[in-house]
């Protein structure tokens, strides 16, 4: 089992949940962070005072797929997430030891 963390811009949410329902993945969690990579960030113009804002808000995509489903889940977080400017996001993949669900204790695979 592997878990797939995705930083991606929030007006991309709905094109991904998309693509990974197509993949056959419906399990994500999704948490609303800030944060910037290479495009630091912008100024903005409030009451005539210009300020920096530079940590953007993303989203970040949390799912855990047995490793035969590793390389969709992955082709299908790009396919709905690219938009081929800076600031896309990112993919993280981490191994997971173990999966249990609360509800009857069934662990691995299983619990997903």
Do not use: W
Request: aromatic content about 2%.
């Amino acid at each position: 089992m592997k878990k797939i963390e995705a930083v991606i811009q929030p007006s991309r949410l709905e094109e991904v949940k998309a693509s990974l329902k197509e993949a056959g993945i419906e399990g994500m969690t999704v948490l609303e962070v800030r944060g910037h990579g290479r495009q630091k960030g912008h100024t903005e113009v409030y009451r005539g005072r210009e300020y920096a804002v530079d940590l953007l808000p993303k989203l970040k995509l949390e799912l855990v797929v047995p490793d035969e489903l590793v390389e969709a889940a992955v082709e299908a977080l790009i396919l709905g997430a690219r938009t081929g400017k800076i600031g896309d996001g990112k993919i993280f993949v981490l191994p997971v030891e173990d999966a249990i669900r609360i509800r009857n204790s069934q662990r691995g695979a299983a619990a997903l």
